[in-house]
């Protein structure tokens, strides 16, 4: 028997050939979308199709116009089909949304019936968990499907595309079931869909999200989408439901209670009108808690405080390093001492975990007023230094020099950011100066306008930044 076919004579998508025209397939339409004419307003040019066969492998399939005579009526989504002599080319679409490199055309000479015995899944989803997706466990150019609720969200706002037309966005932050996190932009029709359906709803949603993994980049926890890719990465599917609807597809459901989503202000607006500007100098004279918006240049990063810690690799907690002593394996009873790591999660299963480095960086701000001590967590760090903490870390050993800092670190020194930071209880508690980095921004618009906030004159460019070394508390500092 041909390994490639079974019993039926059904070839696999996996298995297809194009060096042979004559074959079956067996296929469930799991996306259907129509590409408009531009010759003709409110005409199809053609119809676009994702097919996924009895393995769970997917396909791209395209039908001209001229052909909609033929098979249009026959086509939906869910429905199963058999699909005989269609025509195998490559897959040259500039956005791919399935890993498959061919593509299937119909044709005249394509023959297309209903079939009612299709055993496979109904969605097609193949659900890639957030840590493979930040331990990098991904092919690079592979699509991959992921599933969270929607945990933080931000009003859908107009940009410029580089060729001048007005478009529309929408940011989410998603949230799994160990609450690991990534970020998302939507963009045009999916925006407008996302925003309209949580404007409606007043508990958490999921979202479930095709993406292609050549149009976006993912480190740990941040996952950032181009521009120019937005208008296909989401073709293949949006699909808004309760989480425990999905945790297993046509099995039992989850008892896991979705919290509900929060609406964010867009960023512009969060710096400029929903949070109160202040100087440096003011910063001080803040006696409750709060969120404050602050403009300086990073001078410098603190020596003697690691700019990274290490996480637990299950439960995303920070991890301790202890040394314990171990017998050795030579059989004369003797010990010796070796390091592990151990999670300071109560609920975390594993107390022996290995773990992953995450942004914590130390900074010295300064402005026209004075200086401030911040601190950079992960996600921000990431998404300005467009790397991990990890692959610094990496750089790091192998230059054997652990004392350094990475030339990413130090080529922030000297860049103006508008910092969101937050003056926390035990801030004010402990009088401890040291203030957490919220959001940032490089936006010369935003940085402008908070800069026109100030009376204080600003002073010569030629004024030096210096540092005494009774103003650090003893800890010392390093301007790189």
Request: net charge negative.
């Amino acid at each position: 028997m041909d390994p490639m076919k079974n019993p039926m004579n059904i070839t696999f998508l996996n298995h297809l050939d194009v060096s042979k025209d004559i074959y079956t397939i067996k296929v469930r339409i799991i996306k259907l979308w129509r590409q408009p004419s531009f010759k003709v307003p409110g005409e199809s040019y053609a119809i676009e199709m994702i097919l996924m066969d009895e393995e769970g492998s997917k396909i791209q399939a395209t039908v001209m116009n001229k052909y909609f005579i033929k098979f249009e009526k026959l086509l939906e989504e869910k429905v199963c089909l058999l699909i005989k002599k269609p025509s195998l080319g490559d897959n040259t679409s500039a956005y791919k949304c399935v890993d498959h490199p061919h593509k299937l055309f119909l044709n005249f000479d394509s023959t297309v019936t209903i079939c009612n015995d299709f055993v496979g899944s109904v969605h097609g989803f193949s659900l890639t968990a957030f840590d493979q997706l930040r331990d990098n466990l991904i092919l690079d150019e592979s699509t991959v499907d992921v599933i969270g609720y929607v945990h933080t969200y931000f009003e859908i706002e107009e940009f410029m595309k580089r060729n001048g037309k007005l478009s529309k966005k929408m940011n989410l932050q998603l949230h799994d079931l160990e609450d690991r996190n990534i970020f998302v932009t939507l963009f045009e029709s999916y925006a407008e869909k996302m925003w309209k359906y949580l404007s409606k709803k007043e508990d958490g949603v999921a979202a479930v999200i095709n993406c292609n993994l050549e149009d976006i980049s993912f480190s740990e926890d941040v996952l950032t989408f181009q521009h120019h890719t937005m208008l296909a990465v989401f073709t293949l599917m949006i699909t808004l439901m309760r989480l425990h609807l999905l945790a297993k597809e046509g099995g039992e459901t989850s008892s896991h209670r979705v919290p509900s989503s929060q609406k964010l202000p867009n960023w512009r607006d969060d710096f400029l009108l929903k949070t109160v500007y202040h100087t440096m100098a003011e910063v001080d004279e803040i006696d409750q808690v709060t969120a404050v918006i602050v403009v300086g240049t990073i001078k410098c990063i603190t020596s003697g405080i690691e700019w990274y810690y290490n996480v637990c690799k299950k439960c995303n907690k920070k991890v301790i390093t202890k040394y314990v002593a171990s017998e050795t394996s030579d059989g004369f009873d003797q010990f010796e001492e070796k390091q592990i790591l151990e999670c300071t999660s109560e609920s975390c299963n594993e107390q022996v975990v290995s773990a992953i480095p995450r942004f914590k960086i130390p900074l010295r701000v300064q402005d026209k007023t004075g200086v401030l001590s911040l601190t950079l967590f992960d996600r921000d760090a990431q998404r300005i230094l467009k790397k991990s903490a990890k692959e610094l870390v990496d750089q790091i050993l192998d230059e054997e020099n652990s004392n350094i800092f990475p030339n990413e670190l130090k080529e922030l020194v000297e860049k103006k950011f508008a910092f969101k930071i937050d003056i926390s209880k035990f801030n004010l508690n402990n009088n401890y100066k040291f203030f957490t980095v919220i959001k940032l921004t490089d936006d010369p618009s935003i940085i402008s306008k908070l800069e026109k906030k100030s009376k204080v004159e600003q002073p010569s460019n030629s004024e030096s930044f210096e540092v005494q070394s009774n103003d650090l508390q003893s800890q010392d500092m390093v301007k790189v």
